[in-house]
T-cell receptor, first 112, second 113 residues
Framework: GQQLNQSPQSMFIQEGEDVSMNCTSS?????WLWYKQDPGEGPVLLIA?????ELTSNGRLTAQFGITRKDSFLNISASIPSDVGIYFC????????????FGKGTKLTVNP | NAGVTQTPKFRILKIGQSMTLQCTQD?????MYWYRQDPGMGLKLIYYSVGAGITDKGEVPNGYNVSRSTTEDFPLRLELAAPSQTSVYFC????????????FGEGSWLTVV
């Protein structure tokens, strides 16, 4: 089935550092979504992107919808310990939410 | 405001046993989903439902069954548990079709031995 390539697979950073992760696909998506999953919890939506080139922020998080519509980026500035978790990208083509495709996740560890 | 509630949180099954993962939502959402999440992998859609009485297969439906007799409930049934079904299962619901409105449950950790 359709897959998204999400990288990096894991990151170990010091508190205060900035973080970047991305997702790429061979197919075009109409919507890009970024989720965070805390240990033992379900994914929670962080940012939704709907237009090619769109840049959207949510606090210290900034995400961009790639101009080719085949990629998306998530940046976290000035990381803090509670940023620890797994970050997933998801792409949606036309149609319902059953068409959502998830990346494999980026596991973020923040050392105080 | 409970949102999406899944039970049980943890379960160990023997090969060949059957069980049902329960999911209920109190947001009056029409769309409900079951995903599985394997280590280091993204979420894979098992089954989904666009309303009471309507269900459809997702990407990985084999070995599972669902029913949707009410808007609130969307149970997932494993008939003959196999080790390959060891995974974390997430139920989710959404009001409409847009991915941004998906709400996930807290997950059910299932081990088949």
């Amino acid at each position: 089935g359709q897959q998204l390539n999400q990288s990096p697979q894991s990151m170990f950073i010091q508190e205060g550092e900035d973080v970047s992760m991305n997702c790429t696909s061979s197919s075009i998506f109409n919507t890009w979504l970024w989720y965070k999953q805390d240990p033992g919890e379900g994914p929670v939506l962080l940012i939704a992107l709907y237009k090619a080139g769109e840049l959207t922020s949510n606090g210290r998080l900034t995400a961009q919808f790639g101009i080719t519509r085949k990629d998306s980026f998530l940046n976290i500035s000035a990381s803090i310990p509670s940023d620890v978790g797994i970050y997933f990208c998801a792409g949606q083509r036309k149609g319902g939410s059953e068409k959502l495709v998830f990346g494999k996740g980026t596991k973020l560890t923040v050392n105080p | 405001n409970a949102g999406v509630t899944q039970t049980p949180k943890f379960r160990i099954l023997k090969i060949g046993q059957s069980m049902t993962l329960q999911c209920t939502q109190d947001m009056n959402h029409n769309y409900m989903y079951w995903y599985r999440q394997d280590p280091g992998m993204g979420l894979k859609l098992i089954y989904y439902s666009v309303g009471a009485g309507i269900t459809d297969k997702g990407e990985v439906p084999n070995g599972y069954n669902v029913s949707r007799s009410t808007t609130e409930d969307f149970p997932l049934r494993l008939e003959l548990a196999a080790p390959s079904q060891t995974s974390v299962y997430f139920c989710a619901s959404t009001e409409g079709q847009a991915g941004n409105t998906i709400y996930f449950g807290e997950g059910s950790w299932l081990t088949v031995v």
